[in-house]
């Protein structure tokens, strides 16, 4: 990318002084790497949400994984997101996060949501890309519009859970819930089901097995 460097450029050099590597750091190294991410887009809009979207999701690494995983859960691929206004935003390098390619994706939405595990890195960084700014959307994410934790920091996320706060935010979310209990309800019972019947054919084999040898 075409962006202006100092002197001998961004690294390291003999005898550094260690307020010219900070004052580096804050006026260059950081805009180059975010001008980096841009000119060889790192981060991608995936759904596009249709010609107005109102919801917003980003996440990144597992978690966009997961996302997937809990979307898919919902029932939803590309083309019912983009009834439901819904649109998608991977990150691909999450520190220091690209602003242009999030301005772009947010401003105008209602609401942005961004799941991520552990403590929120993104999140962060959204807010203060997007503050004081026209368009801004409500932000979301390791808490929700009151206050309550959403997307804990501890622990792991796992699609189930990711699945279960998206669907109440979506606009048919009553039906996208119903869905979920369901096919969560029918997966729970297979994986149940699962090791009885396999308990039951090594019960029979060692059955047969335990015969004396003048039945067999």
Wanted: a negative charge.
């Amino acid at each position: 990318p075409d962006i202006n460097l100092p002197e001998g450029g961004v690294n390291i050099r003999a005898h550094d002084d260690r307020h010219e590597q900070e004052y580096r750091l804050h006026h260059f190294k950081i805009h180059a790497a975010q001008a980096y991410a841009r000119a060889n887009v790192l981060d991608q809009v995936i759904w596009p949400g249709g010609k107005s979207p109102k919801i917003g999701i980003i996440s990144t690494g597992k978690s966009w994984m997961d996302t997937q995983s809990a979307l898919a859960m919902l029932g939803l691929d590309a083309q019912q997101a983009s009834q439901l206004h819904l649109a998608t935003y991977k990150v691909g390098m999450v520190w220091p996060l690209e602003p242009e390619g999030i301005k772009a994706f947010a401003l105008g939405l209602d609401q942005l949501i961004i799941i991520e595990e552990k403590r929120g890195l993104i999140e962060s960084q959204v807010r203060e890309i997007l503050y004081g700014l026209d368009g801004a959307p409500k932000v979301i994410g390791k808490r929700d519009e009151a206050g309550k934790v959403l997307f804990p920091a501890d622990g792991v996320l796992d699609p189930v859970m990711i699945a279960r706060q998206l669907a109440s935010r979506l606009p048919d979310g009553k039906d996208r819930s119903a869905q979920l209990c369901t096919e969560h309800q029918l997966e729970k019972s297979a994986t149940q089901e699962k090791p009885a019947t396999q308990d039951a054919q090594a019960t029979g084999a060692r059955g047969a097995t335990d015969k004396p040898l003048a039945e067999l």
